[in-house]
């Protein structure tokens, strides 16, 4: 970055996630001011007008340090569709990650002469200032008292409105999810034993065509094949406890049986016959 962090840098990530991904939400800690730049910038650029397709999505922790009405136009849990998601993935995955760091974060040395003052004339009107300061908010806050208790408690009921909302999309979200991975396991297993069985067929034509000795492809096809049979074990694992989970009352639920996936299943006689001959 040659400036500060300027509007510009959260654009540019924007366009380019948007070309390369199907994004839905656009996050950042200062959505309310950031969006509003957007739209002019949209104004001005059409050919960006696909950005503003996506939702503005304001992280839910830091919507709790802004406005209430800036809370609820732009918070993550009063968006449509976001589900359970919170905004702070990067924290999270710093929170975790600083488990393994000998040290989170590098802090200079505090300067306490920057807070002291020689001069008992300066002292006295910084004492008076802040005085004169505190007896002002305390009269705002007795006028606002009431207002503010009628506010809290219709904001109270908003929220928990929201959270059963972005809870029932959560359930879709999480079967999406689970099948996202079912298919990512398959397509990997699939792999491994189109693997298995070149290895297979080249031991048993004696041919090698990565160079290796005969013995060396031999523990090649050895080793895809005892993966392939761990990664068969978690598949089995992973269906179970999938259709086991009670995230909706849909059929859509369920991890639906695949003929094509019948295969994955199957014992590698010939696989593991050649290895015996071997």
């Given at each position: ?9 959260p ?23 950031y969006?509003?730049?957007?739209e ?25 340090g ?7 136009q732009?918070g ?27 040290t ?9 002469d ?12 910084l ?13 705002e ?50 792999a491994?034993?189109d693997?298995?069985?070149?290895l297979?067929?080249d031991?048993?034509?004696h ?14 096809h ?19 406890t ?10 859509t ?9 019948e ?16």
């Amino acid at each position: 970055m040659y400036r500060g962090e300027i509007f510009a840098y959260p654009l540019f990530l924007q366009k380019e996630l948007a070309s390369k991904t199907n994004c839905q939400f656009f996050c950042t800690d200062i959505m309310c001011r950031y969006w509003p730049y957007l739209e002019k910038v949209v104004k001005a650029l059409p050919d960006l007008k696909n950005l503003v397709q996506m939702k503005p999505f304001l992280s839910v922790m830091h919507a709790k340090g802004h406005s209430t009405k800036c809370e609820v136009q732009w918070g993550g849990k009063n968006q449509a569709g976001a589900g359970t998601t919170l905004g702070e993935e990067v924290e999270q995955v710093n929170s975790y990650m600083s488990r393994v760091a000998l040290t989170t974060k590098y802090m200079s040395k505090s300067a306490p002469d920057d807070l002291r003052t020689d001069d008992s004339v300066g002292l006295q009107h910084l004492i008076e200032g802040l005085f004169l300061g505190i007896q002002q908010k305390k009269k705002e806050l007795y006028r606002v008292a009431d207002h503010d208790t009628t506010l809290g408690l219709k904001k109270r009921v908003f929220d928990q409105v929201m959270l059963l909302d972005r809870l029932t999309e959560e359930e879709t979200i999480l079967v999406v999810e689970m099948k996202q991975h079912w298919n990512s396991l398959l397509k990997i297993c699939r792999a491994l034993k189109d693997q298995a069985t070149v290895l297979s067929d080249d031991l048993g034509v004696h041919s090698y065509p990565s160079g290796l000795l005969h013995q060396a492809y031999h523990g090649l096809h050895s080793a895809v094949l005892e993966h392939l049979e761990k990664l068969k074990t978690d598949l089995v694992v992973v269906k179970e406890t999938y259709q086991n989970m009670v995230v909706c009352q849909d059929e859509t639920a369920e991890l639906e049986d695949d003929p094509e996936d019948e295969d994955v299943f199957d014992d590698d006689d010939d696989d593991n016959d050649d290895d015996d001959a071997m």
